[in-house]
């Protein structure tokens, strides 16, 4: 799932390619503007099981209210209420694999806590270099009992810096092409 419009935020440019898959899955990408309007939220999440990403997909719309109505709330803070909602209500196997990040547009800060297998890289301009960003928890669905697990990062962008998301999703289609030949 994409987002069917992206805002316009000034001084900042998005773009997403989203490649169709033959069977069903549960990707989910977003990019929207939180109540202080200097800072805006970017989501990126994968997760396995139809039932898993219909419940993963309906508890996001449900949190993407609640990240709207408080101020301060941090990404991992999020990441660890989304986890607490989806522990009880998902089977073994069902995971999910999140990316969110807020962007400060002011102080170009990124805040952000990975989960799983979304992979994430910051192309450095001034370097000519990608750093990949690690997972700060484990995937979502799969941490039960986790109090303290969640955590956030933080990093500077230069104006010219990328942020690159990837769907697990893309390397298992890439996957699967090269095992077919």
Do not use: C, W
Not at 16 to 41: H, M, P, Q
Not at 120 to 127: D, E, G
């Amino acid at each position: 799932l994409v987002p069917t419009e992206i805002p316009n935020i000034p001084g900042f440019e998005f773009s997403s390619k989203f490649v169709a898959s033959s069977i069903s899955g549960g990707d989910y990408f977003d990019v929207f503007e939180l109540e202080n309007k200097t800072r805006f939220g970017i989501l990126m999440s994968n997760s396995t099981g139809h039932g898993m990403a219909s419940l993963f997909l309906s508890i996001l719309l449900k949190m993407s209210t609640q990240i709207e109505a408080r101020k301060g709330l941090d990404p991992a803070q999020v990441l660890k209420k989304i986890n607490e909602e989806i522990q009880d209500k998902v089977k073994e196997k069902q995971t999910a694999h999140v990316f969110y990040g807020v962007v400060d547009r002011g102080s170009l800060e990124l805040t952000y806590s990975k989960s799983g297998n979304v992979l994430a890289f910051v192309y450095k301009n001034n370097l000519d270099k990608f750093v990949r960003l690690e997972s700060t928890q484990s995937v979502l669905g799969f941490s039960k009992g986790v109090k303290n697990g969640f955590k956030k990062e933080t990093l500077n962008f230069d104006p010219k810096d990328k942020l690159i998301l990837v769907s697990d999703g893309l390397l298992s289609l890439q996957n699967r092409e090269i095992n077919e030949k």
